[in-house]
């Protein structure tokens, strides 16, 4: 595995991060924190293979981030279906449940 090609790749998920940020729907900024979430799980995988392959510290950091967007994959539908049913909106500038 060459660091460079994993590196690039990442690299590539990771301008998921300007769709996140300008996106205006709730189901794509979820996405795009799902492939940011990848993108740094692959960087945490390749560098621990790559400088300390006797010890799974990236490994396991990347087990406990796989699971932080597991529970995110779960909750965050829920939650947009949830403001989709009282507002009739998935947008996200019309999301202001808390001015109530």
């Known amino acids: 595995m060459i660091l460079e090609y994993v590196l690039v790749l990442s690299a590539f998920y990771f301008l998921s991060e300007f769709r996140l940020v300008t996106s205006q729907n709730l ?3 979820l996405m795009c924190l799902e492939l940011l979430l990848n ?3 692959l960087n945490f995988v390749t560098f621990s293979d790559f400088f300390d ?4 510290k990236g ?3 990347s087990i406990f ?4 967007a597991a529970a995110e994959a779960a909750i965050g539908p829920a ?3 949830s ?3 009282n507002r009739k909106s998935n947008r996200i500038n019309q999301s202001n449940l808390l001015n109530k």
């Open 79 to 81: 939650i947009v279906s």
């Open 59 to 61: 490994n396991i950091f």
């Open 53 to 56: 392959s006797h010890q799974l």
């Open 27 to 29: 189901v794509r900024a």
């Open 83 to 85: 403001i989709y049913r």
């Open 39 to 41: 993108a740094v799980n």
């Open 65 to 68: 981030v796989i699971a932080i």
